[in-house]
């Protein structure tokens, strides 16, 4: 369904074919996943950019997870989505989804979310924020044990979040992460393409390695 690897959440960006440019110029480094995430935008103009990534990512043959709202992913036919602790239950969320699309949720720093999760049956299981992060200064902090327990005991793919960069990712995959979820390192790299590139070198290959 998905490989390890990173996972592209789109920052903020009130410009459409802005955000559109620059998601296009990530694909070929081959994320495993993208998130459509944008917290400023209104309903209308969140449909119009997500339905726009939705056929950027297709023709890349990227799934596109969408951020918050199960109804905006079953509308457009997006590959999955991606709930929080305000976004709605994922027992439900996976009942209206059906078997097939990409469910994943925030575990923040809390054990039992993770238990929860993976009785709805959710796809992974993201915990965060592993270090500080730019985005969302106010996060709390997750433990790598927690991942690595999560990996151990679950034996759901791992996603890990927050303040994640090229220099400090290794020590997540060590302790069990499979998904690298990064807004600011790649978005705000002085060269987005080859930031995002950079990050496939430190998976092993598909070959080698599958969460699913
Ligand atoms: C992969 C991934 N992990 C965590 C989050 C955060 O979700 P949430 O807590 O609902 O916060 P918002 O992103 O909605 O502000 C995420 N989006 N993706
Ligand atoms: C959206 C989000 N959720 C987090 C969590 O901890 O659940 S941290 C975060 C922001 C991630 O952005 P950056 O890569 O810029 O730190
Ligand atoms: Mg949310």
């Given at each position: 369904?998905?490989?390890?690897?990173?996972?592209?959440?789109?920052?903020?960006?009130?410009?459409?074919?802005?955000?559109v440019?620059?998601?296009?110029?990530?694909?070929?480094a081959?994320?495993?996943?993208?998130?459509?995430?944008?917290?400023?935008?209104?309903?209308?103009?969140?449909?119009?950019?997500?339905?726009?990534?939705?056929?950027?990512?297709?023709?890349?043959?990227?799934?596109?997870?969408?951020?918050?709202?199960?109804?905006?992913?079953?509308?457009?036919?997006?590959?999955?989505?991606?709930?929080?602790?305000?976004?709605?239950?994922?027992?439900?969320?996976?009942?209206?989804?059906?078997?097939?699309?990409?469910?994943?949720?925030?575990?923040?720093?809390?054990?039992?979310?993770?238990?929860?999760?993976?009785?709805?049956?959710?796809?992974?299981?993201?915990?965060?924020?592993?270090?500080?992060?730019?985005?969302?200064?106010?996060?709390?902090?997750?433990?790598?044990?927690?991942?690595?327990?999560?990996?151990?005991?679950?034996?759901?793919?791992?996603?890990?979040?927050?303040?994640?960069?090229?220099?400090?990712?290794?020590?997540?995959?060590?302790?069990?992460?499979?998904?690298?979820?990064?807004?600011?390192?790649?978005?705000?790299?002085?060269?987005?393409?080859?930031?995002?590139?950079?990050?496939?070198?430190?998976?092993?290959?598909?070959?080698q390695?599958?969460?699913?």
């Open positions: 369904m998905f490989l390890p690897g990173l996972y592209l959440v789109t920052p903020d960006q009130a410009d459409g074919d802005a955000l440019a620059a998601v296009a110029a990530l694909l070929p081959r994320p495993a996943l993208v998130q459509y995430r944008n917290k400023l935008a209104d309903a209308s103009q969140r449909r119009e950019q997500a339905g726009r990534l939705l056929a950027l990512c297709r023709a890349a043959g990227v799934p596109l997870v969408i951020n918050d709202d199960l109804a905006l992913t079953l509308a457009i036919g997006a590959d999955g989505v991606h709930l929080g602790r305000d976004d709605g239950d994922p027992a439900e969320a996976r009942r209206a989804l059906g078997p097939g699309p990409i469910l994943g949720v925030s575990c923040y720093d809390e054990w039992p979310r993770a238990e929860a999760g993976a009785a709805a049956g959710v796809d992974y299981l993201a915990f965060g924020a592993v270090y500080p992060s730019p985005t969302k200064p106010h996060a709390p902090r997750a433990s790598f044990e927690l991942l690595a327990r999560a990996k151990r005991d679950l034996g759901l793919p791992v996603a890990a979040i927050g303040g994640i960069t090229l220099d400090n990712a290794p020590p997540l995959i060590a302790a069990g992460a499979s998904l690298l979820a990064v807004i600011s390192d790649v978005f705000s790299a002085p060269g987005p393409a080859a930031r995002a590139a950079a990050y496939a070198g430190l998976f092993p290959g598909p070959s390695e599958t969460t699913a």
